[in-house]
């Protein structure tokens, strides 16, 4: 079975310094992982995905991160926090093999972001 | 390209209430997602459909939760009798599985349905 554990249920930096938000996942196959985030009252956007190409993935808004096969990790970063980035991040792997699987989600990191 | 439609965004109902919620999937997209969030959780899968056909609806509670997608396009999803534990916000995906490499295993979502169950 597919899981991910994001590290950290809340995350508060001051504007202008670096994000960095954890997630590990468990997975039987080669996996397919995602960031997305939400905004309050929004619905979930994709920031970012890993099909196993590049293992440094550059998403939407100045966000990456960084697939560690040896880690079993997808961390998420960003250089330079803006007060819009504050939301709810999701760090998801494919439930499967095929292009056609459910997404497993973590229970979310809350991001905060401090004037 | 218009995204994925759900209604109603939000609804209040009594316990024991029955409601519906109503998916248009991205036009063209063959698979179509529910998912259940609850308040402060990750969404979880509640079913699975590819065109028309139940794909997995193993999370589903069965004697309380129907879906169906008919012609396979819009879907929608029944409580009847709903819960407390069924407040959540709901939420509908699409993909499309033969999608190319850049769009692999991408899925779609709506803006969600907001359930209070008082």
């Known amino acids: 079975a597919q899981s991910v554990t994001q590290l950290d249920s809340h995350v508060s930096v001051s504007e202008g310094t670096p994000v960095l938000l954890r997630c590990n996942y468990s997975?039987?196959?080669?996996?397919?992982l995602f960031w997305y985030v939400q905004h309050p009252n929004k619905g979930l956007q994709l920031l970012l995905k890993y099909t196993s190409a590049a293992t440094l993935v550059k998403g939407i808004n100045g966000f990456e991160a960084e697939f560690k096969k040896s880690e079993t990790s997808f961390h998420l970063t960003k250089p330079s926090a803006h007060m819009s980035d504050a939301a709810e991040y999701f760090c998801v792997v494919s439930g499967g093999d095929s292009g056609n699987t459910p997404l497993v989600f973590g229970k979310g990191t809350r991001l905060s972001v401090i004037a | 390209e218009a995204g994925v439609a759900q209604s109603p965004r939000y609804k209040i109902i009594e316990k024991r209430q029955s409601v519906a919620f109503w998916c248009n999937p991205i036009?063209?997209?063959?698979?179509l997602y529910w998912y259940q969030q609850i308040l402060g959780q990750g969404p979880k899968l509640l079913i699975q459909?590819?065109?028309?056909?139940?794909?997995?609806d193993s999370q589903l509670p069965k004697d309380r939760f129907s879906a169906e997608r008919l012609k396979g396009v819009d879907s929608t999803l029944k409580i009847q009798p709903a819960k407390l534990e069924d407040s959540a916000v709901y939420l509908c995906?699409?993909?499309?599985?033969?999608?190319?490499?850049?769009?692999?295993?991408?899925?779609?979502f709506g803006p969600g349905t907001r359930l209070t169950v008082l």
């Open positions: 997975s039987s196959y080669s996996p397919s």
């Open positions: 995906a699409s993909s499309d599985p033969t999608g190319t490499k850049s769009s692999y295993n991408e899925q779609f």
């Open positions: 459909f590819q065109n028309n056909g139940v794909v997995d």
């Open positions: 036009s063209g997209h063959a698979t």
